[in-house]
Each structure stands twice: as structure tokens, then as C-alpha cells.
């Protein structure tokens, strides 16, 4: 019996470019979309002839109702090893099989750091200055050698990005609920004494937490009313450790200088959202993973993984 395959979300149409399918033979039936649906709907009369579905990351959540509406769904399979955007418990009690592949922190590092030297030194207005034949030089940069940089969340990212800080000249700061001195030290940070500290201190701001129950709101209103009216907020980890709401009244009102954001609680971003309209915010289309390496990490794991199934040896099970 012959797999039925579908790839969703493909903006890139990359599954094919980066992975062998072929290796699958003739057990797989490939369908790549590249165009992504909001409508439960819709993607359930989309998925209803598939056996597989390929996510790429959390572009499309795969909630108990959807999965319940997919009775020929044996297996899922998302690039990264946490998602999110899928209920892992329905999925079991379903009996689909969930697995995931490998991904690398640097290219979300990198990102960061373009967000915050992008808002540092104003790029994008002064490019399109130049570009339309507008003012020559109309802003005065913000130094990063000697300011503050706090990182909240010294993961493997996280860390990436105090080690780049650090030799940057900046005063590194960094916490979360389980960090110590040590692991602070060995990524050139200090240990804040608490989160109120760090964005109190902070010029910069960037997080690299899980997003959890736990760090859902983590940075609510009165956390962003602590910082400097000089300072920025980047967040290219998740939309949902920020209270949306309170970041845009912060920076709508000026009490926060700027934003560089890469991850949004809606994705696509809505056409009408404020986020993509106020000038001081850097926004990117959540593309902290979307590099060539991680590309070429993610398919040709998909392909594993998809061959173990057909052995009835799952691999990198969620």
C-alpha cells in the first residue's frame, strides 16, 4: 500500500530541492503546498486522503479537533523536535505517530543579532533613504560597546547570543528560574539577580526562553514598564512569552524605544496588525530557522523518519 505524503507550508518549495525523496520509492505519494490555510475547514478537506503530514515547525497547528476530523492520519511529522502547535496527547490517544528531526541554534543567534544591530543602527530607514534618494544620514546610531545586553534564557541560543555580546564590549546580563553563576560565567554573562533587575539594567533586551505554561506572559506589562525608554526588545523565540498587547501599547506610547521581532502569536501576520506598521519595530517573517543547514538538516531527516515508519521503527519520537 503506497504512503500518501503531504507537505504543508512549503513558502520555499524546498522539501523536494533539499532532501532524495526518491529513496522512498514507489511507498510514498508526494503532495507539497506551498500555501499555507488558516481555516480548520479547509485543511481538514485538504488532509482527508492523507496517511502522512510533513509540518514545517508550528505554521500550521495540529489541534485535538483537527487531528479527530483526520481518521486516515497515521503520522506526523514536524522539522525541529518541539512543536508547539500540535496536541501530543490527542495524537497518542489517536495513535498517530509523531516524530521530528534535528535543527541547528546558530542560524536563530544570527538572526538576533541582525535584529539588534538593524534597530541599533536604524538600517532599514536609512537604506530606504538612500535607495528612494531621500536625506543623507537622518539618524544617529545607538553604541553597543559598553551598553547592557540581557538575555533572558541561556539556552543554546540563548548563549550564542551573550558569547556574540560580550565581544561585542557589551555588560552581558543574563537570567531564567534555574540559572546559576556558573553557566551565566561560562557563556561571558552575569547572573541578574532577578528578571525585574535584568530589564531594569538591560539596553537591549533578547529572549531565548521555552515557551511553556510556565513562560507564557513571562514579560507582561509591568515587566516591560521596568525598562529604559532608550531600550529594545528583540524576540525571535516566541510571540506568547511577551503579553502582545502590553508590547505594542509600550511601543505605540514610546515608553519603549523599539522592538525587532521575528515571531508573532498569529502567523502569517495579519494584513491589519499594528506590528507591521509602526516605525519604530523591526519585524521579520519568523525566519530565525529558515536558513540553507537547517534546510538541509530538516528534509533529509523527514525522509528518514518517514522511512523508519514504513519499517515500523519510528525514529526521533515527540
Request: net charge negative; proline share 5%; hydrophobic share 45%.
Amino acid at each position: 500500500m503506497t504512503l500518501k505524503c503531504a507537505v504543508l507550508d512549503d513558502y520555499q518549495q524546498a522539501a523536494t530541492r533539499f532532501a532524495d525523496w526518491t529513496q522512498l520509492g514507489d511507498a510514498v505519494e508526494l503532495t507539497v503546498f506551498p500555501d499555507h490555510l488558516d481555516s480548520e475547514d479547509a485543511l481538514a478537506a485538504r488532509l482527508a486522503g492523507f496517511d502522512a503530514v510533513v509540518l514545517m515547525r508550528e505554521r500550521t497547528p495540529f489541534s485535538a479537533t483537527l487531528l479527530a476530523r483526520l481518521p486516515r492520519l497515521k503520522l506526523l511529522v514536524t522539522t525541529g523536535m518541539r512543536n508547539a502547535s500540535i496536541d501530543l496527547a490527542a495524537a497518542r490517544e489517536l495513535g498517530v505517530a509523531v516524530c521530528g528531526t534535528g535543527s541547528n541554534p546558530q542560524p536563530p543567534a544570527e538572526l538576533t543579532w541582525a535584529l539588534i544591530l538593524g534597530l541599533a543602527r536604524h538600517l532599514v530607514p536609512e537604506a530606504n533613504a538612500l535607495r528612494d534618494r531621500g536625506p543623507w544620514q537622518s539618524s544617529i546610531g545607538t553604541d553597543l560597546h559598553g551598553a547592557v545586553l540581557g538575555v533572558l534564557g541561556l539556552g543554546k541560543i540563548g548563549s550564542q547570543v551573550a558569547r556574540v555580546g560580550a565581544a561585542f564590549g557589551m555588560d552581558v546580563l543574563a537570567w531564567s528560574s534555574n540559572l546559576t553563576q556558573e553557566r551565566a560565567a561560562d557563556a561571558g554573562a552575569r547572573l541578574a539577580g532577578s528578571k525585574e533587575e535584568l530589564l531594569a539594567a538591560a539596553d537591549v533586551v533578547t529572549v531565548h526562553s521555552v515557551l511553556s505554561e510556565r513562560t507564557r506572559g513571562l514579560i507582561g506589562a509591568g515587566d516591560l514598564a521596568l525598562m529604559k525608554p532608550t531600550a529594545h526588545l528583540v524576540n525571535t523565540s516566541r510571540a506568547g512569552i511577551v503579553d502582545q498587547p502590553a508590547l505594542l501599547d509600550a511601543l505605540q506610547s514610546g515608553r519603549l524605544a523599539g522592538a525587532g521581532l521575528d515571531v508573532f502569536e498569529e502567523e502569517p501576520l495579519p494584513a491589519a496588525s499594528a506590528f507591521r506598521d509602526l516605525p519604530n519595530v523591526l519585524a521579520t517573517p519568523h525566519l530565525g530557522y529558515v536558513t540553507e543547514r537547517n534546510y538541509r538538516t530538516f528534509f533529509p531527516q523527514v525522509v528518514e523518519d518517514i522511512a523508519a515508519f514504513l519499517t515500523g521503527t519510528p525514529v526521533r519520537s515527540l
